[in-house]
């Protein structure tokens, strides 16, 4: 086993920024009656954490603070647990602001620990959080580590132990009593409290602190309870100030897109209709719904999609907040890479492409063609989804195109007129035909030519 | 002369003036003899302007034998914004695997120049044929480069009005004559024009209703 804690330490400010940059420095306080500031952005960096707000409003008068949101931070957090479950099967709720990931059985299929633990950054960032990752075989440890902001990686006992033992004693979880009777007695780091002989400390402290200890060095099991995703996906942002830009509502949009990733990944799916509800400053609402040919939770892919389809979706107003669910998912077909370029290839890139004319021009935008075996020419063919394979049928000969209605033609001289006189070359062809299904015809077909040389 | 220079000039890339009549790149062949020969066949990652004097000279019909033998490849045949139905028994006679076809109907210029764009774009299609209703000298540019990355048949079709314009596309072809003799003037091509008009006899269409 082997445990990476992903510890989100700005996790109370970047609840409120996910959705974009909002127009003035925001700032996060305790609420309360003497409110103090516990995180603020780049633009707010004058007003540190644990200020005053009020000493803070004095240093910048254009900030805007908002008070700690515990019940949103606890969604938040669980909706990355439902990104975070495309890297392991595995994740459990360290709240209030941390993830444990069972990455032992994710290595090979990442390239390695260094590589899964970049990966997992990067793609936090994209979804709009900082991490802090530590890596160890105990959950505990990982845990402690990253929570004293130690970037370590610990993949034996040994290691675990020299970086455990560096770590003061506030990372454990006691009282403030046991904190101070630790000071009193001197003791300021984890390898100082594990010398203390055992018995003592249990009499003194409680079995809790023990244990703890025991855990953290992987003495004692540390079973987590793992983190079970919802059957249905839907996510929601807020936005930091309405808007009314495609781009910045695909910025939000795109990390409700990686949310989802994770989620398709747990449940081994891809989506097939995705939904995104816009709602306007005025309560109306308007959904962009991209629907897919082909399962697919490639970030990217539905990304583009989505860009699309909001390119011509009319928006009801300026966008105050938007939700993004999966109405349908579908197992994904098992895929072998192949070192070649080659037909499922193709196949792949044929959906690519009929999805993202889909997405802009309509579903109807995109059709096949096949035979219907009739004998009136406008009922022997059909639309059909592209791609459809069509039965062989006796080749006859017609032209290549045909007119959506019959035209008439003009006469000049009781003969025909089409952009000058017609010739006749052949004919007739006389069809009748469907007399039994009330549309029957009755016809005699030519094949003439005007003056131009166009031949019809 | 050096291999590696050799090769060089085998790079599409590149042509000789001295070469009037090596076209740029593999071609497919056409189906019509006297197309081949001076022409190399449809030339495959340059951008084709077909401009018919009239509707229905075989503008279309001309390019059925190589649509046919692109159709046997796994890749489309994308027919965007195409002026009227694309007749089925027609396609399937000429020899074309309906099963390859799509046809994309997409309102206004923009949109089908974007589908164009998207479907040489997308390495899905081997042929991509399209009727906008207008095209801008930028969008002619965007589709070249478009085809040039796709080694796909790459043909666009616009009225005769299109003459007076001067054009950034590398092949410009007028169709006229009639269906069973088209005459091809190659207008602009890599390499240089052709001074005379070619002729093409598809004799095979009209033979096809038994009057030929």
Redesign the interface.
Known sequence: MLWLCLNFPRLPIEIFLRAGVSRNPLVVSSGGNRPLIIACDERAQQAGSGMALSAAYALLPDIVARTRDPATEQRCLEEIALWALQFTSQVSLFPPASLLLEVGGSLRLFGGLEALRNRISESAGQLGFDTLSAVTPTPRGAYWLAHAGLAASAEDHATLQHHLNRLPVACIDADANTFKSLERMGIRTIRELARLPRDALARRFGQRLLDQLDRAFGNLPDPQSPFSPPTRFSASLTLPSPVHEVEALLFAAHRLILQMTGYLYASNAGVMRLKLRLESEDTKTVDAIVALSVPSRDPKHLTNLLRERLSVTALPGRIEAITLEAKDIAQLAPRNFSFFPD?AH??E??T???E??RA??GD????????FPDAR?EL????TE?????QP?P??????????RPRQLNLHDGRPWL?GRLRL??GPERIEFGWWDGLDVMRDYF?V??T????? | MSAALDTLFHNAAIWRGSERSRTDSPGIPSGFDAFDEKLGGWPLGALIELIPQNEGVGEFSILLPALARLSKDERWIALINPPYIPYAPALVHAGIDLAKIVVVRATGATDALWSMEQALRSGACSAVLGWPASITEQAIRRLQLATEASHALGAYFTQPGALARTSPVPYRLQINGTVEDIRVEVLKRRGGGLTSPLHIQNAAYLKCYGCA
């Open positions: 037909a193709t196949r890139e044929r690519t492409l009929v993202k004319l802009r021009l109807d935008a995109v059709r096949g063609l096949s035979l020419p022997a063919w059909r639309e592209h791609g459809t394979r069509v049928a080749a006859l000969s017609r032209p290549v195109w045909l007119l959506q952009d070359l052949d094949i030519r005007n131009g040389g166009a031949t019809f």
